[in-house]
């Protein structure tokens, strides 16, 4: 119960952090946060990754349901290797599959506005999430040395 409020908690950070950014900017505006370095540029992301896939983007609802409730199912399987670091990474890759996928769900796109200089792709909190949730998994299955307990 407690990884659901957490989950709930960190969906809710992100969707408020977006409205928030959607709310004072307009969009392609840039605003400098460290000169050189970090900027937020408001975009709407049709597609997934960077815009990909916008052309056929009535596919990627059902998709991201079928992805969310695989990565879902993958967590329920009970392992007791390095649990805590298991749990961080779920955690972090469903809250991060959910607050995107409520975007799409209710506004027709992603709120996009974090943009490092130098670097192509604007972003959003839920990918940051989704990124070091996947970092934390992929950490976690090469240093964990027990087989999962399927029953």
Request: charged share 15%; hydrophobic share 50%.
């Amino acid at each position: 119960m407690k990884r659901i409020v957490v989950i709930l908690m960190l969906v809710a950070l992100d969707i408020g952090v977006k409205r928030w950014m959607d709310a004072r900017l307009d969009l392609d505006e840039v605003i400098q946060v460290i000169p050189g370095w970090l900027e937020w540029n408001l975009l709407y992301n049709e597609g997934i990754s960077g815009g990909r896939l916008r052309s056929v983007s009535w596919v990627i609802i059902p998709m991201q349901v079928i992805i969310i409730s695989c990565i879902f199912l993958w967590w329920s399987v009970p392992h007791h290797s390095k649990r805590l670091l298991r749990n961080a990474a779920f955690i972090l890759v469903l809250s991060g599959g959910i607050g995107n996928f409520i975007d799409r769900l209710f506004l027709g796109h992603v709120i996009d506005f974090i943009h490092i200089e130098g670097r192509s792709g604007i972003f959003n909190i839920a990918d940051l999430y989704i990124l070091f949730g996947f970092i934390g998994l992929a950490v976690w299955t090469y240093t964990s040395s027990e087989d999962p307990e399927y029953s």
